[in-house]
């Protein structure tokens, strides 16, 4: 038996694909307009996704960190702290069994190893966007607090703007990548694959926390319209009163003129 490690990393927003594709000449098994897979040397493998996550199998981390400072200049919003997730492999296993942070299989060829890449990237991808669902919630939270003590918003019409641009551009980005939870073109030709992808979404929990992260987003969306509201009532209110003011400034002046 042996026993190898895959460790993904959530490292920026997106990557620019087609310049990587051009600039790393290791050897290239698949790409696409998304996706990025190389074979660096036997037995050593990387996967590169648009979305912002590199995913290395049996590498060492002095090398993982060094490819990862090679392709910094590819990186939209490069991250300060990278998100990492890890996951291990044990080959020549008498049946095929996932545990919690491990999958023993009865044999390894590229694509099941592509395949578990894929999954353990999707996972690390969902936490990404699953700590910014979380802080969008955590916003949105504050702000209604605020509103159930006080009665109002404390929050001006310049911010709450960029507070929709920030849940919109998180929105996006999901959307944009959904076809992460679509199978590849293999396991269509290929019972044993597709019964692999079927296994290890579910033993990540990828469709469930996917659920989760559209619920968070569904509620931030739904408060912010409802503060939109509030604040184009209190913008009218003001604007009424202005109305009321110039009115009565204008009747003050008149009466003023006709008395003396």
């Avoid at 696409?32 to 049996?58: A, M, Q, T």
């Avoid at 299989?105 to 996972?123: H, K, Q, Y």
Wanted: with cysteine.
């Amino acid at each position: 038996m042996a026993v190898y490690k895959i460790i993904a990393y959530q490292i920026a927003d997106s990557l620019d694909i087609k310049g990587l594709k051009g600039a790393f000449k290791a050897k290239l098994h698949y790409s696409d307009s998304d996706e990025l897979f190389f074979e660096e040397r036997p037995d050593h493998y990387i996967y590169i996704f648009k979305y912002g996550v590199v995913s290395f199998f049996n590498f060492e981390p002095i090398e993982a960190s060094n490819f990862l400072q090679f392709i910094s200049s590819f990186c939209r919003n490069r991250f300060t702290e990278d998100l990492s997730d890890a996951f291990f492999i044990e080959t020549n296993a008498t049946e095929n069994k996932i545990s919690y942070n491990k999958i023993d299989i009865t044999g390894a060829d590229r694509n099941i190893i592509r395949m578990i890449m894929l999954n353990v990237s999707e996972s690390v991808a969902l936490d990404y966007y699953s700590q910014q669902t979380s802080m969008l919630l955590e916003e949105t939270n504050n702000h209604t607090q605020v509103l159930e003590k006080k009665g109002r918003l404390i929050i001006s019409g310049s911010n709450l703007k960029k507070y929709i641009g920030r849940t919109l551009l998180l929105k996006n980005r999901i959307s944009a990548n959904l076809y992460i939870f679509d199978s590849p073109d293999e396991t269509w030709e290929n019972e044993q694959l597709d019964k692999l992808d079927s296994e290890l979404k579910k033993h990540f929990e990828l469709q469930d926390r996917f659920r989760n992260i559209s619920e968070g987003l569904t509620i931030v969306k739904e408060n912010l319209e409802l503060f939109r509201d509030i604040l184009q009532y209190r913008n009218s209110v003001y604007l009424e009163w202005v109305i009321i003011i110039l009115i009565a400034i204008e009747v003050i002046h008149f009466l003023a003129v006709e008395i003396f």
